[in-house]
């Protein structure tokens, strides 16, 4: 009986990889998640704006508002303003960085090695994530802040609204 012996030495084994291909789709994603958050962000933003408004615009329309005593004006209108103020400057917040730029990348790197290449959309890649992080967390904190505010302005519109449904004025 003759054993069958294992050739373990014409076993194909995978040639080993660069790790660029990695770093490159995995900061790829990243970029791409960014862009993502924007427009969740820009969602928001504009639901908020759309939101103070309408409010805005039913209040300075009501004979209710108008019968308010002077303090709830101030209130509601410096709380609903500048909530929508905050989200228009988060909307307008566009300041963002996509790379890789085609023509940079040809007049670049046409002809490069792909190792070289890869390397330097990794580069570009990075700093267009660190530049549209920054964006992105000021976009954040005018959202919030916005959101804050549109918050502020619901409490003062409904103790308004209880206050003047039982004829209790502020002096």
């Known amino acids: 009986m003759g054993t069958i012996a294992s050739n373990t030495s014409t076993a194909q084994t995978p040639p080993a990889r660069n790790s660029d291909e990695l770093i490159y789709s995995t900061v790829k994603e990243r970029v791409a998640d960014q862009f993502r958050s924007v427009t969740t962000l820009d969602t928001k933003a504009a639901l908020t704006l759309s939101f103070t408004a309408a409010v805005l615009a039913g209040l300075v329309n ?78 954040n904190f005018l959202l919030n802040t916005a959101l804050v505010l549109l918050t502020v302005s619901v409490i003062v519109f409904i103790v308004a609204l209880f206050f003047s449904l039982h004829n209790v004025t502020i002096k």
């Not at 609903?80 to 990348?105: E, H, V």
């Not at 330097?120 to 967390?137: F, G, V």
């Open 62 to 139: 009501s004979k209710w508002f108008l019968e308010l005593n002077f303090v709830y004006h101030v209130l509601l209108l410096l709380c609903f303003g500048l909530s929508s103020l905050f989200a228009l400057a988060s909307l307008l917040t566009r300041k963002y960085r996509q790379d890789p730029d085609p023509a940079k990348l040809i007049a670049g790197f046409q002809g490069a090695s792909h190792v070289q290449t890869m390397g330097n959309l990794i580069i570009s890649l990075k700093e267009s994530y660190e530049h549209n992080a920054r964006a992105l967390k000021s976009k």
